[in-house]
């Protein structure tokens, strides 16, 4: 009787044991790592209890997710980008602390050329089984990329830089996997650079990689090889001064870029006209860009050839006087004419005008005058003295 009455006491202690342990709190921290030891911060933690309710959290970026629940039994489920990577059992009677190894991995890609030099932005997109793009990272200045927390399964990485494709690996992920290389090829650019006549031109030349927006190369001259370059995009410029031209050039082998500048080797005719036509010998002054000064010929032309596009002045001038000037903007050939309407001619450097001819016509009428008085002057004597033979003749 004795036996019975202590059985049922210490059932009933343990009883109670298990229900206050069940009322209580306990908080369970869960640290998921991937298989090399890593910590994955985004994996989704869920506890089940023995009567199916769950509870749910997100890893931080210390790969932990906290929960507070009661004492018992729990399933541990954890997914990662909706994929299940890990499971466990725990059983809860404090605060537990406990660490779960997930079937994630990082992988490391390594690029360089053909001289193993390290090769930076460098795209690998990470394809799934099915081809959908999954993520996509560039490699840095020292030609490294991680792939963190890849899912164990099978993947495609497409290698491409500047729209050039580089390689492509069948990532079969079963664990800690060795790091990925891909090995770019090296070529060169023949440049020449050609005027707006097709005619080779001196000018910089510089070539930027579009992929770092870097300076890979600089010269000076018609035509140039820039050698060492990696497979890319291009930017290959000729510049004069603040003018320049451009080409793109997408490297995937040896190529020939031709860049032509329309800004320079133009020409610009100017004539001269007067009143009543051309005018030859005035002086015609450039200045801009280019300066220079000519004199027109015998149509009231002048020539100026292998100018560079801009903003110039003309001035028109005789004798040191600046008779007219005109503003012209020069982006291609041009031909323009300058009008002085209040010139008549002009002759080595001299030019005659209407205010000239207004007082040549003036003295003549003078000269005219004075002729006729003179000649009136001399009739009238002749007259006179033939009166005066003929008053002789009649005594």
């Known amino acids: 009787m004795v036996k019975t009455k202590f059985a049922a006491g210490l059932l009933a202690l343990l009883l109670l044991s298990c229900l206050v342990q069940g009322a209580l709190s306990y908080v369970v921290r869960v640290v998921v790592v991937d298989l090399g030891g890593e910590r994955v911060s985004g994996a ?27 004492g018992g039994k729990y399933k541990v489920n954890v997914t990662y980008q909706g994929v299940p990577v890990a499971y466990s059992e ?3 009677r404090g605060n537990t602390t406990i660490t779960i190894m997930a079937n994630v991995t990082d992988v490391l890609v390594v690029a360089n050329d053909t001289l ?11 394809l799934s089984r099915k081809g959908e793009l999954l993520a996509y990272i560039y490699t840095n200045e020292t030609g490294e990329c991680e792939l963190e927390n890849l899912v164990l399964g099978n993947y495609t990485l497409n290698a491409t830089r500047g729209g050039v494709h ?7 992920l079963t664990g800690i996997h060795p790091p990925v290389v891909f090995t770019c090829g090296i070529y060169g650019i023949n440049v020449s650079v050609l005027d707006s006549k097709g005619k080779p031109l001196e000018a910089e030349i510089r070539i930027y990689d579009e992929e770092t927006a870097q300076l890979v190369y600089e010269s000076y001259g018609s035509s140039s090889r820039a050698e060492g370059l990696v497979v890319g995009k291009y930017l290959v410029e000729a510049r004069k001064g603040s003018l320049y031209s451009y080409e793109e050039v997408l490297l995937d082998g040896d190529k020939a870029c031709e860049v032509r500048c329309p800004w320079a080797n133009l020409a610009l005719k100017v004539r001269v006209v007067g009143a009543y036509g051309p005018l030859s010998g005035l002086e015609v002054i450039l200045r801009g860009p ?6 027109t010929d ?12 801009g ?5 028109v001038k005789s004798g040191g006087n600046v008779l007219s000037k005109a503003n012209v903007h020069l982006s291609e050939d041009r031909e323009i004419s300058i009008e002085l309407p209040g010139v008549i001619a002009a002759w080595g450097g001299f030019v005659f005008t209407q205010t000239h001819l207004a007082s040549v016509v003036a003295v003549a009428l003078l ?7 003179e000649y009136r002057e001399k009739v009238f004597l002749k007259l006179r003295s033939a009166l005066k033979k003929a008053k002789l003749l009649k005594r």
């Open 44 to 70: 989704s933690v869920v506890l089940i209890n023995a009567t199916g309710e769950e509870t749910w959290f997100n890893t931080t970026d210390g790969g932990e997710a906290v929960f507070n629940v009661t």
């Open 90 to 92: 725990i059983d809860v």
């Open 116 to 126: 193993g030099r390290s090769v930076d932005h460098l795209r690998i997109d990470v």
């Open 166 to 172: 580089v390689g492509t690996y069948k990532l079969n």
């Open 290 to 295: 280019f300066s220079a000064s000519k004199v």
């Open 298 to 309: 015998a149509d009231g032309f002048v020539s100026f050839e292998g100018l560079l596009a």
């Open 311 to 315: 903003d110039y002045l003309i001035e």
């Open 367 to 373: 000269v005219v005058a004075v002729l006729l008085v």
